[in-house]
């Protein structure tokens, strides 16, 4: 009876468009932004950050720009993790190159520079398609992680071999390096993903979205229509791989803080973001975001119930951790193929027409 | 009536006259195959042209030479009185030419509207950032080309799906939908591969229908293969007929019924 969209008319093209076109949508997506900016900063504290705030939003970034590429456009990635990395890196040579530059701005060139380097492991795409791409990917994820082990001037040729995040603010407060300070941290990275979120929509909404969509669904019919397929493959690897190299800068720099990149942005990467956009459902941009949750809180959520609430041993809760996350990974998609997303989408029609049936 | 003359009469009284696409001596080979063996013909702005002939006859090939799927080895293509040169389907498909498929290639995955909308992709050309924020230029072509978008769906009375993900319709709504997304790139030759295939009596009077409508009122060029004879006979107004890769009539649907060898390759002399 609440949720429904009769009586709700649109009058313009414009209004029809829009991203929540049933105004329940557009209240809650409001409160919920709301409760994001407003509510959560005077709460946060160290614990909540770092165990479920950070990784929740720059995995969704992550998440958001794999889905764009696989979700959107059909080509399957297993390089994220590598991506990530370039990001994170080039947001370090940045950082350190140029420290009087602002760090905002730092990560978002590290996007770009992500993005170029994505467009030119895409290349491959316009010739081999499916598992073959795949493979393709994975030999972006081994080498790229290779370069940055071996080649010193990437790490400034530090003893260790590790990449640190100098310590850096914005407006005064400081958002990386050690003592942070949780809220500003949050909020820094609360905005990438906004304004992630609401690009990312932009773009699949509109002639791009279409593009790269009619690429997935059906590439012979696409070309016949005249869609360019290398410009949209391409743009595609683009625009993914610069949202994937902000969630990599964003890892490094606010929230790991210190990284070997083979320990931080192993094949182990790759496989958690595609199983966020799996799980979460396959071309939506909500999905990208209960799919980075999915996988971010559960973990969490079980030690806190198996060890805080019970009482288990530590290494046993580790074990059946496993297990658990495993096990609902497959039952969710038995029950939903295409993921949270479609499961909330069945929900939200069948909550038109409640109470009534028909 | 020769494929010379500089122009003719319709049945219902119009005057078609100027060449839109003029193949000459068209040939394609699969390796050692002849597929299409030397064909010449025209279509002329504002018919219908219907190209039938038995099953394997090349008929799909000759569609897929105009659309720019395959270059074929001999020959001419020449469109809107320039001869064209290779190109890629994409790129005959922005110089105006749209198609549907035997088998329905729309893209199931997307709604109707989104479907329709990929027709518009070409005339779309807001840069991406624009696009990335939804402002100025981006946003104003969306509108537009729903505008555009939305009188093609009224015309062919698809309103009510238009919200619809394609993968849920009936078959014959689907190839409705897929000459929406045809038309709605306003082409100058829109090409139709067996347009009725697989429906019952009343979907195919719907489609001719809309084809005649399309032609009518749009002014749209159609060339299309079907095997319907009688929807053929209908509807065209000039007809090709091949047979094993060859041309073996050309003329009005009266001509063609009447020629010897195309009763022999085709219609059947056995009902006489």
Same mark, same amino acid.
């Given at each position: 009876?609440?949720?429904?969209?009769?009586?709700?008319?649109?009058?313009?093209?414009?209004?029809?468009?829009?991203?929540?076109?049933?105004?329940?949508?557009?209240?809650?997506?409001?409160?919920?932004?709301?409760?994001?900016?407003?509510?959560?900063?005077?709460?946060?504290?160290?614990?909540?950050?770092?165990?479920?705030?950070?990784?929740?939003?720059?995995?969704?970034?992550?998440?958001?720009?794999?889905?764009?590429?696989?979700?959107?456009?059909?080509?399957?990635?297993?390089?994220?993790?590598?991506?990530?990395?370039?990001?994170?890196?080039?947001?370090?040579?940045?950082?350190?190159?140029?420290?009087?530059?602002?760090?905002?701005?730092?990560?978002?060139?590290?996007?770009?520079?992500?993005?170029?380097?994505?467009?030119?492991?895409?290349?491959?795409?316009?010739?081999?398609?499916?598992?073959?791409?795949?493979?393709?990917?994975?030999?972006?994820?081994?080498?790229?992680?290779?370069?940055?082990?071996?080649?010193?001037?990437?790490?400034?040729?530090?003893?260790?071999?590790?990449?640190?995040?100098?310590?850096?603010?914005?407006?005064?407060?400081?958002?990386?390096?050690?003592?942070?300070?949780?809220?500003?941290?949050?909020?820094?990275?609360?905005?990438?993903?906004?304004?992630?979120?609401?690009?990312?929509?932009?773009?699949?909404?509109?002639?791009?979205?279409?593009?790269?969509?009619?690429?997935?669904?059906?590439?012979?019919?696409?070309?016949?229509?005249?869609?360019?397929?290398?410009?949209?493959?391409?743009?595609?690897?683009?625009?993914?791989?610069?949202?994937?190299?902000?969630?990599?800068?964003?890892?490094?720099?606010?929230?790991?803080?210190?990284?070997?990149?083979?320990?931080?942005?192993?094949?182990?990467?790759?496989?958690?973001?595609?199983?966020?956009?799996?799980?979460?459902?396959?071309?939506?941009?909500?999905?990208?975001?209960?799919?980075?949750?999915?996988?971010?809180?559960?973990?969490?959520?079980?030690?806190?119930?198996?060890?805080?609430?019970?009482?288990?041993?530590?290494?046993?809760?580790?074990?059946?951790?496993?297990?658990?996350?495993?096990?609902?990974?497959?039952?969710?998609?038995?029950?939903?193929?295409?993921?949270?997303?479609?499961?909330?989408?069945?929900?939200?029609?069948?909550?038109?027409?409640?109470?009534?049936?028909? | 009536?020769?494929?010379?003359?500089?122009?003719?009469?319709?049945?219902?009284?119009?005057?078609?006259?100027?060449?839109?696409?003029?193949?000459?001596?068209?040939?394609?080979?699969?390796?050692?195959?002849?597929?299409?063996?030397?064909?010449?013909?025209?279509?002329?702005?504002?018919?219908?042209?219907?190209?039938?002939?038995?099953?394997?006859?090349?008929?799909?090939?000759?569609?897929?030479?105009?659309?720019?799927?395959?270059?074929?080895?001999?020959?001419?293509?020449?469109?809107?009185?320039?001869?064209?040169?290779?190109?890629?389907?994409?790129?005959?498909?922005?110089?105006?030419?749209?198609?549907?498929?035997?088998? =329905? %290639? @729309?893209? #199931?995955?997307?709604?109707?509207?989104?479907?329709?909308?990929?027709? +518009?992709?070409?005339? $779309?050309?807001? /840069?991406?950032?624009?696009?990335?924020?939804?402002?100025?230029?981006?946003?104003?072509?969306?509108?537009?080309?729903?505008?555009?978008?939305?009188?093609?769906?009224?015309?062919?009375?698809?309103?009510?799906?238009?919200?619809?993900?394609?993968?849920?319709?009936?078959?014959?709504?689907?190839?409705?939908?897929?000459?929406?997304?045809?038309?709605?790139?306003?082409?100058?030759?829109?090409?139709?591969?067996?347009?009725?295939?697989?429906?019952?009596?009343?979907?195919?009077?719907?489609?001719?229908?809309?084809?005649?409508?399309?032609?009518?009122?749009?002014?749209?060029? =159609? %060339? @299309?293969? #079907?095997?319907?004879?009688?929807?053929?006979?209908?509807?065209?107004? +000039?007809?090709?007929? $091949?047979?094993? /890769?060859?041309?073996?009539?050309?003329?009005?649907?009266?001509?063609?019924?009447?020629?010897?060898?195309?009763?022999?390759?085709?219609?059947?002399?056995?009902?006489?």
């Amino acid at each position: 009876m609440l949720y429904r969209e009769a009586g709700d008319f649109k009058t313009t093209y414009r209004e029809d468009g829009q991203t929540f076109p049933i105004r329940l949508d557009r209240t809650a997506y409001f409160a919920i932004l709301a409760v994001a900016a407003l509510f959560v900063p005077f709460v946060i504290n160290d614990y909540w950050l770092n165990a479920v705030l950070l990784p929740f939003l720059i995995y969704a970034i992550a998440a958001m720009g794999l889905n764009i590429l696989t979700g959107y456009c059909g080509q399957v990635s297993l390089g994220t993790g590598a991506f990530m990395a370039v990001g994170a890196y080039a947001c370090y040579k940045l950082m350190t190159a140029f420290p009087d530059i602002n760090i905002a701005i730092h990560i978002v060139l590290s996007g770009f520079i992500t993005a170029g380097v994505g467009m030119l492991f895409g290349l491959p795409s316009l010739r081999i398609k499916g598992f073959y791409l795949a493979v393709a990917t994975l030999a972006a994820q081994f080498f790229l992680v290779w370069l940055f082990n071996r080649v010193p001037w990437f790490y400034n040729y530090s003893a260790s071999g590790q990449i640190n995040a100098p310590e850096r603010t914005l407006a005064g407060f400081r958002i990386t390096g050690p003592e942070t300070q949780a809220w500003a941290v949050y909020l820094f990275c609360l905005v990438f993903v906004v304004a992630s979120a609401w690009i990312c929509r932009n773009l699949t909404r509109g002639a791009m979205g279409r593009k790269w969509m009619a690429i997935r669904d059906m590439d012979i019919a696409a070309e016949i229509i005249g869609v360019n397929p290398l410009r949209a493959k391409l743009s595609a690897f683009g625009v993914s791989s610069f949202f994937v190299g902000i969630s990599g800068a964003l890892f490094f720099s606010v929230y790991l803080g210190a990284v070997e990149v083979g320990e931080a942005f192993g094949i182990n990467k790759s496989f958690l973001v595609l199983f966020m956009v799996i799980i979460g459902g396959l071309g939506s941009i909500l999905g990208s975001f209960l799919g980075a949750a999915f996988m971010v809180l559960l973990p969490v959520l079980l030690k806190n119930v198996l060890v805080g609430g019970l009482g288990w041993p530590t290494d046993l809760a580790a074990h059946l951790e496993y297990m658990i996350v495993g096990g609902l990974i497959i039952f969710f998609l038995i029950v939903e193929p295409h993921g949270l997303a479609q499961l909330w989408r069945i929900t939200k029609e069948k909550l038109r027409l409640w109470p009534f049936p028909h | 009536m020769k494929d010379t003359a500089e122009s003719y009469v319709t049945e219902d009284g119009r005057t078609i006259g100027e060449v839109i696409l003029d193949l000459r001596g068209i040939t394609l080979r699969f390796g050692g195959v002849e597929a299409i063996k030397n064909i010449s013909f025209d279509i002329r702005k504002g018919e219908i042209r219907a190209i039938i002939g038995p099953n394997g006859a090349g008929k799909s090939s000759m569609l897929n030479v105009i659309s720019g799927f395959y270059n074929p080895q001999e020959g001419e293509v020449w469109f809107r009185g320039e001869r064209r040169p290779p190109m890629k389907p994409y790129q005959v498909a922005r110089a105006g030419v749209a198609r549907t498929f035997q088998n =329905i %290639a @729309l893209f #199931e995955g997307m709604t109707v509207l989104d479907n329709i909308m990929t027709g +518009r992709l070409n005339d $779309m050309s807001a /840069g991406l950032l624009a696009q990335a924020i939804w402002k100025g230029k981006a946003e104003r072509e969306e509108i537009e080309n729903r505008e555009r978008a939305e009188r093609i769906i009224d015309f062919l009375e698809i309103q009510h799906i238009r919200k619809t993900p394609v993968g849920r319709l009936p078959y014959g709504l689907k190839k409705r939908v897929e000459l929406a997304r045809a038309l709605v790139a306003e082409p100058d030759l829109l090409l139709l591969d067996e347009p009725m295939a697989g429906m019952n009596v009343e979907e195919k009077e719907d489609m001719s229908r809309y084809i005649l409508d399309v032609n009518d009122e749009l002014g749209t060029t =159609i %060339a @299309l293969i #079907e095997h319907d004879m009688g929807v053929v006979m209908d509807l065209s107004d +000039r007809v090709v007929v $091949m047979d094993y /890769g060859r041309k073996i009539g050309d003329g009005t649907p009266d001509e063609v019924r009447g020629n010897q060898e195309v009763i022999d390759a085709y219609l059947g002399v056995a009902h006489d």
